[in-house]
């Protein structure tokens, strides 16, 4: 069989290529070499890819049948002969262990990210969303919770339990980058962004670089890409997260028909809502479905209702089914926790205070000033604003809208407009003047651009979209755009009219000119008397404003301040890489030896999703019209991370301006409900209660006259009560429940956290696995492990294969690599388990040694009395294919783990850690007691694993399928509920729309024919779903076990390892260790055994004999104990427990347990004093260990 006939065998039966080497019983990689053509198959493996490929088309759920026909003892099998390098089959297996480092370590995904997630964010991954075998997620924790992260985390963790294997985030055009940097940055995951020109050269959602991908939901629901998206070679996405869940937006017109929006539509696809129009169809269902948002409800039943039926389409199917869902049941579904309830872990609040200062400035006065230029302007605008009110010309209202918005901002933002605007009326008065365009064409143009506007094509995006929402393209802000845009509307409906106006705007440019050109800015004057106050001099300060012109001002008058290289700025005409430039540099020191800048201007488009906690005085130089803007500028600053008590957050208002009296009032009223409820929650509400109220139209209704701007002002704070905030809150935990979970789990986390840390695998392991593995691979580590190291290959491209992967890496770090996570430096590549260049080296030596696994090699047990095998094999329990159910059209990993036995010659067959290799030495022989297993090794191991697949696979399995049982009855129930409540509206909604058509509504005759067919389909939609969640339990099934390794154990004949293996010597050390801990105050816990390491939470080997807690930290004490004096040996294990835990891991040696006053000798931190550049287990001797021993306490 060819590797093309393999590859599309394969792809015919939607398997992953992990899945079908789980089929084949061969490895990834052997599988991979098939279909690249660079090895054939053998005998037995052709026979293999010869059955599944006769019975492709087999019964439903028999999707294992091929590989299982084979019966085990006829498997073409490396013979055993125990002959292997011994290093190399403990690289297999120790590479493999890593590779699963969630079955050593449950929070395994803390270790390889650079976070430390907060207490809240561990309850909602490791609690509430991995334990869910189908996660429909709606996490909705308050802004500024860290919702990238816990997803970040979910989706390493996932990556490494094999759970999920494509992954698309889909995200509001402004924080693309912003999940891209984040998922890279924290947790080396290696995401693409997709964007509509990359269907050009093929579908960016298949094939290679389609795994991890992140995208614009507005991007995705057009028609480009989501065709994409639909075509029949993408596989499907194991799990979609959508960003901003809440702008997925549905509501119900009041007849009571459904009115999706097409980002709700897309949803809908993905989530696998049945009933959908032909266009919106997907020929897959996304598995796992995360819904991430800070505000659910919005204050809105009905939307809140249809984000809760993305989750589960069946069961949420109507409103009222939802509402009558269990309140207890519907944590499985969904988490929120409000910022007053998240506390770090010694239980202190992580939010700092806000306090809001509004500074007022008045404008210079003159014939020349900014007054004169406000009180023309203001002129002009209320004559054409009053005109096109009056002709219903909304596109030029707009344009007066930009003008206001503009003269708030800057006399140089002002100017620009004035210049663009008189750009436009030149060229229609020149089109006009020249005949190419006729003057009845003028009102056809104005037409046009009213349409737009009453169509929602042309929109203030400054008013209506937060910054999250605004997009940038070309090198512009999509405001920007639209601004352009309206600045080409205009009232005149003759030639006459349009030069009268340009004459009106060539008198204000030159006023604006003369008024720049003089120096005059009385905003930034007053801006920078604050930057010269004591309490804000020599700090890092974040400007926003809502122009580009304005960003360019502000720079340019910064640097004449003397502040030249202390300017970091971004807006929506940089790319990504330049914006984290920018970033990165605020983010150093303004000093002459960090070079970092002290300012930092941003936009609000290009500054969303940026973090920027690390500063603490925001100055809003333009205060948005836009609450949702201003709440999302403070979360840039007002998060975790924020290391002061409080933040500042400064408003420039001209306060007696007609604008700056209605913004002034609205913010004097904000800081007054603050100090009335002794908290700053109103900050984070503001959005939420100016909801479909316009700030902007208050403003234009200002311009009109000096009452008029009072009269409004008031009007506008009138609707912001402390009343208001204070029924949101109620309203809140009414909907959400009232939380409060995060302060009650802390005891329960902390201690979980606690034996985490004696769980950890980094650095040591990985340290030890590395130095192990370079033999295997052909390359040296030169460098000190303990801090940086390059790689140098030992025969000419060994590591080619790296050169693509470095590229994801700045060039400075490239050629220098550490296993211990960086603090804040990027000058050097972090390399872990699940890191590329780590997974690349490690698939390097895993398929080097893999011949080593399969022979076979020797080690010695000093603890053994008896020689036997150890075994070590890949399980897996997967839900099987049904293929009359779409949802089950592909397999699904449930669970994939490794397991390891001993194999004794009586017979006997124990389940053992896979960690227990580390506790060996090579061998260099066989003794005479290991003749048993050497005659007939081939048949000891298909015992072996013929006992694995029977007893320990078979025992998962159950397991899982018991846990689904547990859950099927309740599912049923309520799904039979649901669509007795979908039957109900269904025949309710058909006998109204049936009335309106006898009535003669024409719209009801259509709405009535798509009710019907509903109604139709409805039994057997029923009886699909509730066949589908019974097939769901019948097909979790054990896939053929993988055997990776079986070493030959025997007993040590050593005379000095039977001297040191004496038990009565062991019991004397353990118990003066114990006295001397519990003398000194400490809760000490025996964890020397597998059980008892077992019962205190640990691993069955955790490196280390007592587990010693003091008031001030924990300690892992190792025991060793001499009859007299001599050396004492640390295994792999102990070396590498040592190195994690440093300080606190200590080495007590008990001299002369034989005498009567056994002497204690204890070294703390012996990793760095005693065996910090050994390899393979540790001799120490006796003078050594006295010399670094510690005086006792």
């Known amino acids: ?336 926790r409000v910022k007053e309830e998240m506390v770090d872990l010694r239980g202190k609040p992580l939010y700092a205070e806000r306090m809001c200062d509004t500074v007022s400035y008045d404008l210079s006065t003159g ?189 340019r008058r910064l640097e004449g301040m003397g502040y030249a290289d202390q300017v970091a700025y971004i807006h929506g005409g940089l790319g990504f890489e330049e914006r984290d430039a920018q970033v990165e540099r605020f983010r150093k020191a303004h000093d002459a030896e960090s070079k970092g800048a002290r300012f930092f201007i941003g936009t609000d488009a290009a500054a969303e999703g940026i973090n920027l906690q690390f500063c603490w005085i925001l100055i809003n130089y333009d205060v948005p019209w836009n609450p949702a803007r201003l709440e999302q500028r403070m979360g840039r600053i007002h998060r975790y991370g924020q290391k002061r008590d409080r933040v500042a957050i400064i408003n420039l208002v001209a306060g007696k301006t007609r604008e700056g009296r209605v913004i002034k009032t609205l913010l004097d009223k904000l800081e007054e409900i603050r100090k009335q409820l002794g908290s700053d929650k109103v900050f984070d509400v503001v959005g939420r209660i100016f909801e479909g109220m316009s700030i902007t139209d208050y403003i234009q209704r200002a311009v009109e006259s000096d009452d008029e701007a009072d009269r409004k002002a008031l009007e506008l704070a009138g609707q912001l009560t402390p009343e208001q905030i204070r029924a949101i809150e109620v309203r809140e935990q009414t909907i959400y429940g009232k939380g409060g979970e995060v302060l009650t789990d802390l005891p329960q986390l902390r201690e979980a956290m606690a034996i985490e840390a004696m769980r950890r695998l980094l650095p040591g392991y990985v340290r030890r696995y590395l130095e192990h593995a370079a033999p295997v691979i052909g390359v040296d580590f030169i460098g000190n492990l303990d801090s940086q190291f390059f790689m140098r290959p030992r025969k000419r491209g060994v590591l080619e294969s790296l050169l693509p992967l470095l590229e994801n890496y700045p060039e400075s770090a490239r050629k220098r690599f550490t296993v211990h996570r960086p603090d804040d430096g990027r000058d050097a590549i972090y390399i872990h388990p699940g890191e590329p260049v780590f997974e690349r080296l490690s698939a390097i030596a895993i398929e080097h040694a893999r011949s080593a696994g399969q022979r076979g090699a020797m080690f010695t047990d000093v603890s053994a009395t008896a020689p036997y095998l150890f075994h070590v094999a890949r399980v897996t329990i997967v839900r099987g294919i049904d293929p009359g159910i779409p949802s089950f059209n592909a397999i699904d990993v449930i669970e994939q783990r490794l397991v390891a036995i001993k194999q004794y010659a009586d017979g006997r067959l124990i389940e053992a850690p896979v960690e227990h290799l580390l506790l060996l030495r090579p061998a260099v022989k066989s003794n005479p007691g290991s003749v048993v297993f050497l005659a007939q090794s081939n048949t000891w191991r298909l015992a072996a694993e013929e006992h694995i697949q029977r007893e320990l696979v078979t025992r998962l399995a159950d397991l899982q399928r018991m846990g689904a049982t547990n859950q099927l009855k309740d599912t049923e129930e309520y799904l039979q509920i649901a669509f007795d409540y979908q039957e109900s509206e269904l025949a309710a909604a058909r006998k109204r729309f049936t009335d309106q058509a006898r009535d003669g509504q024409r719209a009801a005759h259509t709405e009535l024919e798509r009710i019907k067919t509903q109604q139709r389909s409805l039994a057997s939609r029923r009886e699909l779903v509730l066949l589908q969640a019974r097939r769901e339990v019948e097909l979790i099934q054990a896939s053929r076990v993988e055997m990776l390794a079986t070493a030959l154990i025997q007993p040590s004949t050593d005379p000095d390892d039977i001297k040191a293996r004496d038990a009565e010597v062991e019991r004397i050390a353990v118990e003066v260790a114990i006295a001397f801990e519990a003398a000194q105050g400490a809760d000490v816990r025996d964890v020397s055994t597998p059980p008892k390491a077992r019962l205190a939470g640990l691993n069955d080997y955790p490196g280390f004999d007592l587990m010693s807690r003091r008031a001030s930290e924990e300690r892992g004490i190792e025991v060793k104990g001499r009859v007299g004096v001599g050396e004492i040996e640390l295994t792999e294990n102990e070396w590498a427990r040592a190195c994690i835990l440093r300080e606190r891991y200590w080495l007590y040696a008990v001299f002369d347990c034989g005498g009567v006053q056994p002497r204690l000798l204890r070294v703390q931190d012996p990793f760095a004093k005693l065996i910090t550049k050994a390899r393979g287990s540790v001799v120490i001797g006796y003078r050594d260990i006295t010399n670094a021993a510690e005086a006792v306490e």
């Open 1 to 336: 069989m060819e590797a093309s006939q393999i590859r599309d065998l394969r792809k015919r039966m939607d398997l992953t290529q992990q899945q079908f080497a789980g089929l084949l019983g061969v490895s990834f990689v052997t599988l991979n070499r098939w279909e690249n053509g660079q090895s054939k198959p053998s005998a037995m493996g052709l026979a293999k890819l010869q059955q599944l490929s006769a019975r492709e088309s087999g019964p439903a759920g028999d999707w294992r049948a091929a590989s299982d026909e084979v019966p085990i003892d006829q498997r073409e099998l490396v013979r055993l002969d125990f002959l292997g390098d011994a290093n190399a089959l403990r690289v297999l297996v120790e590479g493999e262990r890593l590779s699963y480092g969630h079955l050593f370590n449950p929070a395994f995904a803390t270790e390889i990210s650079e976070i430390d997630p907060l207490p809240h964010q561990r309850i909602a991954v490791y609690q509430r969303m991995l334990p869910q075998p189908r996660l429909r997620f709606l996490l909705a924790d308050d802004a500024g919770a860290g919702k990238t992260i816990m997803t970040g985390l979910y989706i390493r963790e996932s990556l490494s339990r094999r759970t999920i294997r494509r992954v698309l985030v889909v995200a509001p055009a402004g924080l693309v980058g912003n999940w891209y940097r984040e998922l890279h940055k924290l947790f080396q995951l290696q995401f693409n962004i997709v964007v509509g020109a990359d269907t050009k050269d093929g579908n960016p959602f298949a094939g290679k670089g389609s795994d991890l991908v992140v995208v614009s939901v507005d991007r995705l629901r057009a028609p480009r890409l989501f065709n994409a998206l639909r075509d029949q070679r993408v596989a499907p996405y194991d799990l979609v997260v959508f960003d901003e869940a809440h702008k997925l937006s549905a509501n119900r017109d009041p007849d009571g028909s459904f009115r999706p929006t097409d980002r709700y539509r897309l949803a809908e696809a993905i989530a696998g809502v049945r009933e959908l129009p032909d266009d919106w169809r997907l020929p897959w269902v996304a598995h796992h479905l995360l819904l991430l948002t800070a505000t659910p409800h919005m204050g809105k039943e009905y939307p809140y209702y249809c984000l809760w039926r993305l989750l589960e389409p069946e069961l949420f199917s109507t409103e009222t089914a939802f509402i009558r869902f269990p309140r207890d049941s519907r944590e499985r579904y969904f988490i929120r």
């Open 367 to 555: 014939a020349v000033s900014e007054q004169a230029l406000y009180d023309r302007t203001t002129v002009y605008i209320r004559h054409y604003y009053n005109q096109a009110r009056l002709l219903n010309r909304q596109a030029a209202r707009f344009a007066m809208t930009v003008f206001q918005r503009r003269m708030a901002s800057s006399t140089w933002a002002l100017l620009c407009s004035f210049r663009n605007r008189h750009a436009k009326l030149d060229a229609l008065i020149d089109d006009i003047q020249s005949g190419r365009i006729p003057e009845e064409e003028l009102r056809a143009q104005q037409e046009r651009l009213n349409r737009k506007v009453r169509e929602g094509r042309l929109v203030d995006v400054l008013a209506v979209k937060t910054g999250d929402e605004e997009t940038s393209a070309a090198g512009q802000e999509e405001h920007e755009e639209s601004e352009a845009e309206a600045l080409g509307a205009f009232v005149a409906t003759s030639l006459a009219e349009l030069i009268d106006e340009r004459g009106q705007v060539q008198d204000l440019i030159a006023l604006a000119e003369a008024v720049h050109n003089g120096g005059q800015e009385s905003k930034f004057e007053r801006m920078a008397e604050l930057l010269r106050a004591p309490q804000y001099r020599d700090q890092k300060v974040i400007i926003y404003t809502e122009h580009r012109d304005t960003l360019e001002f502000l720079r």
